[in-house]
Antibody, heavy 127, light 107 residues
């Protein structure tokens, strides 16, 4: 059974950074991209980017370029999302999600739908 | 970037009603659309992918359709547990985009 387990809630001051972890279980770590999606209070879903756990390459949404870094540690089969220069607008629940498709031969040649999600990590940015 | 315009933003209906939610893509995206259900405080749940393929375990009262760049999610006969927010998603190429959501309330 596929399961993605995320790290716990975070409270951060403006201008600082946050790093959230996501550890998948129940399938081969390297075979599916992991995506990050966030949801501000009362708002919709916003895609932040994706990482290929096999090689570590990542692709980021334009709105987060320069502020986000996605990485992975193969020894612990864990994926991370770090976001810098936090403002109150970054207050949200952050989800990791598994790409349903197997990783393509060429990075980001195709991306799929999300068939399993982490439980979400609330991040509050407040002075 | 390809935009997904979802409508309506909210909808009130009764148990037993048939409801349809629509997403219009800003350009041709073939069948690369998924639909998710999200209840308050919960994680999004995949309902449909490939515009019309039902995810395993999802009740058959949910169905998806496509006409050109218009995509629909239909619930044939609403049950109490279906009152939630629904999102469409365009995938296949980055950036992935979501519709803004449709909140389905009990009338």
């Amino acid at each position: 059974q596929v399961q993605l387990v995320q790290s716990g809630p975070e409270v951060k001051k403006p201008g600082t950074s946050v790093r959230i972890s996501c550890r998948p279980f129940g399938y081969t770590f390297s075979r599916h991209y992991i995506h990050w999606v966030r949801q501000a209070p009362g708002q919709g879903l916003e895609w932040m980017g994706a990482i290929n756990p096999s090689g570590g390459s990542a692709s980021y949404a334009q709105d987060f370029q320069g502020r986000v870094t996605m990485s992975r540690t193969t020894s612990t089969t864990t994926v991370y999302m770090a976001l810098t220069s936090l403002t109150s607008e970054d207050t949200a629940v952050y989800f990791c999600a598994r790409d349903a498709q197997k990783t393509p031969m060429r990075f980001m040649a195709s991306v799929g739908w999300f068939d399993s999600w982490g439980q979400g990590t609330p991040v509050t940015v407040s002075s | 970037d390809i935009q997904m315009t979802q409508s309506p933003s909210s909808l009130s209906a009764s148990v037993g009603d048939r409801v349809t939610i629509t997403c219009r893509a800003s350009q041709d995206i073939s069948n690369y659309v998924a639909w998710y259900q999200q209840k308050p405080g919960q994680v999004p749940k995949l309902l449909i992918y490939g515009a019309s393929t039902l995810q395993s375990g999802v009740p058959s009262r949910f169905s998806g359709g496509r006409s050109g760049t218009d995509f629909t999610l239909t619930i044939s006969s609403l049950r109490p547990e279906d009152f939630a927010t629904y999102y469409c998603q365009k995938y296949n190429s980055a950036p992935i985009t979501f519709g803004r959501g449709t909140r389905l309330d009990i009338k």
